[in-house]
């Protein structure tokens, strides 16, 4: 004969214990007892999730200031048609610019000029010579950073006309930018820009990462029209058609959202009405 006991369980359900196992008559009971706390426990974390979700889009409706009327001590608003960077323009371009400026466009030359393949050796031999003589004269001089504060000063670094003019994508000094022209258009930032066969990857097209850098300088430009530029968190470029050499490719940029110091930026780059590649990133903003 099994000898068998009555009790409780936790739970409160009537169990029997036996000595060669344990059987719950309550099993039915525990599972729905179960139950019960998984569906709160569930319920608590969703209501925790749409708060949070509630207090973000607070701080985003924060975020989102109204863009300040142009004024001269803040250049980076203005009317569709004004750059988004604070660059020299017309004839307010300062001689010293200007002699920068002719420099990097004989620069841009010599660079498609020597990338081409297949150069006689003479020509090769007499342009490293003249190279060399200027190498020799830039040498002495002291190569200093273009920035003019620290990082995570974005309002000194937007009122000073130089601190983009040799900056690699977008400086007319800068040998190595197309360069890449911005301009505001309401809370979007257009850009255009003609690539050379120096920034060919595939046969007539323009390198994938030259696309990607591209993008990343529009989107933060999107970001800073609206005062939430940051540093880029991540970047992701989807590459739907080749871009073409020696064409002008239009980019266009825009805001999508902003949480916290994060700001989600979308762009997208189009030739002749055609999409030829989208881009979406997440740009932190610097506290200071």
Same mark, same amino acid.
């Given at each position: +004969? ?19 196992? #344990? ?6 009971? /525990? ?13 608590? +974390? ?10 973000? $889009? ?8 109204? &863009?300040?009327? !142009?004024?001269?001590?803040?250049p %980076? @608003? ?5 750059? %988004? ?8 371009? !300062? ?9 990097? /466009?004989?620069? $841009?030359?010599?660079?498609a000029?020597?990338?081409a ?5 003479? #020509? ?13 004269? &830039?040498? =002495?001089?002291?190569?200093? #950073? ?25 400086g ?5 930018a ?15 820009? #003609?690539?050379?066969?120096?920034y ?15 993008f990343? %300088? +529009? ?15 991540? &970047? ?7 871009t073409?050499?020696? @064409? =002008? ?15 989600? %930026? ?23």
């Open positions: +004969m099994v000898a068998e006991s009555k009790g409780r369980s936790r739970c409160g359900s009537d169990h029997v214990i036996v000595r060669k196992g #344990t059987m719950l008559k309550g099993a039915v009971s /525990d599972r729905a007892s179960h139950t019960a706390v998984l569906a709160g426990w569930v319920a608590l +974390m969703v209501g925790t999730y749409r708060r949070r979700k509630a207090r973000s $889009r607070t701080r985003q409706a924060r975020l989102m200031l109204p &863009l300040a009327p !142009p004024t001269d001590s803040n %980076v @608003q203005g009317t569709p048609t004004e750059l %988004v960077h604070n660059l020299f323009i017309g004839q307010d371009v !300062p001689a010293s610019v200007g002699a920068s400026r002719r420099v990097a /466009d004989a620069a $841009r030359r010599v660079i000029g020597i990338s393949p297949h150069l006689p050796v003479d #020509t090769l031999n007499e342009v490293a010579d003249r190279l060399e003589d200027i190498a020799r004269t &830039l040498g =002495p001089i002291e190569h200093m #950073t273009r920035w003019p504060g620290p990082l995570g000063a974005p309002d000194e670094v937007h009122r000073d006309p130089l601190a983009f003019e040799w900056h690699p994508l977008i007319p000094s800068h040998p190595l197309p360069p890449l022209k911005i301009e505001r258009d309401g809370d979007h930032a257009v850009g255009t820009a #003609t690539f050379s066969q120096v060919e990857g595939p046969p007539g097209a323009v390198h994938g990462g030259v696309i990607a850098a591209m990343d %300088v +529009m989107l933060i430009s999107a970001a800073s029209i609206s005062h939430v530029a940051g540093l880029t968190g991540t &970047l992701t470029v989807r590459y739907r058609k080749p073409p050499l020696r @064409q =002008p490719i239009r980019y266009e940029s825009w805001i999508d959202e902003v949480l916290d110091r994060k700001a989600m %930026v979308k762009g997208i780059s189009t030739f002749d009405g055609e999409v030829l590649a989208e881009a979406e990133g997440i740009f932190i903003r610097i506290l200071r």
